[in-house]
Protein backbone atom coordinates (compact mmCIF):
# COMPACT_ATOMS: atom_id res chain seq x y z
CA UNK A 1 0.00 0.00 0.00
CA UNK A 2 1.51 3.61 -0.81
CA UNK A 3 1.83 6.35 2.18
CA UNK A 4 2.87 9.70 2.59
CA UNK A 5 5.58 10.04 5.23
CA UNK A 6 8.26 12.65 6.42
CA UNK A 7 10.91 11.95 4.44
CA UNK A 8 15.03 12.15 5.78
CA UNK A 9 17.87 14.29 4.12
CA UNK A 10 18.74 11.11 2.51
CA UNK A 11 15.55 11.04 1.19
CA UNK A 12 15.48 14.35 0.01
CA UNK A 13 18.94 13.68 -1.93
CA UNK A 14 17.27 11.00 -3.78
CA UNK A 15 14.14 13.03 -4.78
CA UNK A 16 16.54 15.31 -6.13
CA UNK A 17 18.59 13.16 -7.86
CA UNK A 18 15.90 11.59 -9.55
CA UNK A 19 13.84 14.37 -10.90
CA UNK A 20 17.85 15.73 -12.47
CA UNK A 21 17.92 12.04 -14.08
CA UNK A 22 14.29 13.43 -15.74
CA UNK A 23 15.24 16.89 -16.81
CA UNK A 24 18.63 15.53 -18.59
CA UNK A 25 16.26 13.46 -20.82
CA UNK A 26 14.14 16.48 -21.81
CA UNK A 27 16.52 19.24 -22.06
CA UNK A 28 19.39 19.87 -24.65
CA UNK A 29 23.19 18.73 -23.75
CA UNK A 30 23.88 22.30 -24.09
CA UNK A 31 22.49 23.07 -20.74
CA UNK A 32 23.33 19.82 -19.07
CA UNK A 33 26.41 20.47 -16.73
CA UNK A 34 26.61 20.65 -12.85
CA UNK A 35 25.53 23.77 -11.24
CA UNK A 36 27.97 26.33 -9.58
CA UNK A 37 27.54 28.14 -6.50
CA UNK A 38 28.21 31.72 -6.69
CA UNK A 39 29.39 34.10 -3.77
CA UNK A 40 31.04 37.60 -4.62
CA UNK A 41 31.66 39.50 -0.99
CA UNK A 42 31.99 43.16 -0.17
CA UNK A 43 34.84 43.76 2.83
CA UNK A 44 36.27 46.50 4.69
CA UNK A 45 39.46 45.86 6.49
CA UNK A 46 38.42 42.11 6.75
CA UNK A 47 34.55 42.70 7.79
CA UNK A 48 31.94 41.17 5.25
CA UNK A 49 29.77 44.27 4.63
CA UNK A 50 27.84 42.86 2.15
CA UNK A 51 27.58 39.72 -0.85
CA UNK A 52 25.60 38.02 -3.44
CA UNK A 53 24.60 34.82 -3.24
CA UNK A 54 23.51 32.20 -6.20
CA UNK A 55 23.70 29.16 -8.98
CA UNK A 56 24.80 28.82 -12.10
CA UNK A 57 22.99 26.73 -14.19
CA UNK A 58 21.01 25.57 -17.47
CA UNK A 59 22.15 28.63 -18.91
CA UNK A 60 21.12 31.42 -16.54
CA UNK A 61 22.26 32.72 -12.95
CA UNK A 62 19.68 32.82 -10.16
CA UNK A 63 21.11 35.53 -7.65
CA UNK A 64 19.35 34.10 -4.21
CA UNK A 65 20.65 36.88 -1.74
CA UNK A 66 22.15 39.96 -1.95
CA UNK A 67 22.69 41.48 1.10
CA UNK A 68 23.95 45.25 1.92
CA UNK A 69 25.39 46.33 5.60
CA UNK A 70 23.74 49.60 6.35
CA UNK A 71 26.42 51.39 6.56
CA UNK A 72 27.21 51.00 2.95
CA UNK A 73 23.97 51.10 1.41
CA UNK A 74 23.51 54.18 -0.97
CA UNK A 75 27.29 53.86 -2.28
CA UNK A 76 26.72 51.79 -5.75
CA UNK A 77 27.90 48.33 -4.13
CA UNK A 78 24.68 46.59 -4.35
CA UNK A 79 24.95 47.52 -8.78
CA UNK A 80 28.46 46.76 -8.64
CA UNK A 81 27.93 43.65 -7.03
CA UNK A 82 24.74 42.89 -10.01
CA UNK A 83 27.30 43.99 -12.47
CA UNK A 84 30.10 41.32 -11.11
CA UNK A 85 27.24 38.49 -11.68
CA UNK A 86 26.23 39.62 -14.69
CA UNK A 87 29.57 39.67 -16.09
CA UNK A 88 29.97 36.14 -14.38
CA UNK A 89 27.16 35.52 -16.15
CA UNK A 90 28.53 36.88 -19.76
CA UNK A 91 31.67 34.73 -19.25
CA UNK A 92 29.25 31.84 -19.23
CA UNK A 93 27.29 32.35 -22.21
CA UNK A 94 24.09 32.75 -19.88
CA UNK A 95 21.33 33.69 -21.47
CA UNK A 96 19.63 36.03 -18.14
CA UNK A 97 20.25 36.97 -14.82
CA UNK A 98 16.73 35.76 -12.68
CA UNK A 99 16.47 37.22 -9.06
CA UNK A 100 13.07 37.37 -6.79
CA UNK A 101 12.96 40.31 -4.42
CA UNK A 102 10.07 41.47 -1.33
CA UNK A 103 7.98 45.05 -1.63
CA UNK A 104 10.03 45.78 2.07
CA UNK A 105 13.28 44.83 0.19
CA UNK A 106 14.41 46.46 -3.05
CA UNK A 107 12.07 46.19 -6.31
CA UNK A 108 13.20 49.60 -7.77
CA UNK A 109 16.91 48.89 -7.44
CA UNK A 110 16.36 45.92 -9.33
CA UNK A 111 14.76 47.85 -11.95
CA UNK A 112 16.77 51.13 -11.75
CA UNK A 113 19.39 48.36 -12.65
CA UNK A 114 17.66 47.25 -15.67
CA UNK A 115 15.78 43.81 -14.31
CA UNK A 116 11.89 43.68 -15.67
CA UNK A 117 9.28 41.91 -13.72
CA UNK A 118 8.09 38.97 -14.88
CA UNK A 119 5.81 37.53 -12.36
CA UNK A 120 4.71 38.68 -8.70
CA UNK A 121 2.67 36.71 -6.02
CA UNK A 122 0.44 39.50 -4.15
CA UNK A 123 -0.22 39.24 -0.43
CA UNK A 124 3.27 37.12 0.16
CA UNK A 125 4.58 36.53 2.88
CA UNK A 126 1.52 38.35 4.67
CA UNK A 127 -1.49 40.51 3.58
CA UNK A 128 -0.34 43.63 1.60
CA UNK A 129 3.41 42.82 1.03
CA UNK A 130 3.92 41.17 -2.44
CA UNK A 131 7.17 39.02 -4.07
CA UNK A 132 8.30 39.98 -7.33
CA UNK A 133 10.42 38.05 -9.85
CA UNK A 134 12.93 39.89 -12.25
CA UNK A 135 15.06 38.62 -14.93
CA UNK A 136 17.73 40.41 -17.11
CA UNK A 137 18.12 39.39 -20.43
CA UNK A 138 22.39 39.55 -21.57
Known amino acids: MLEIQQGSTEDRE????QLISFNKTNVPSSVQHE?????????EDGEIKGGLTGEYGWNHVHVSFLWLDETVKGGGYGSKLLSMVEDYANERACSKVILDTFSFQAPGFYEKNGYVEYGRLDDHPVEGMTQYFYKKLL
Open 14 to 17: YIRE
Open 35 to 43: TEQICFLLK
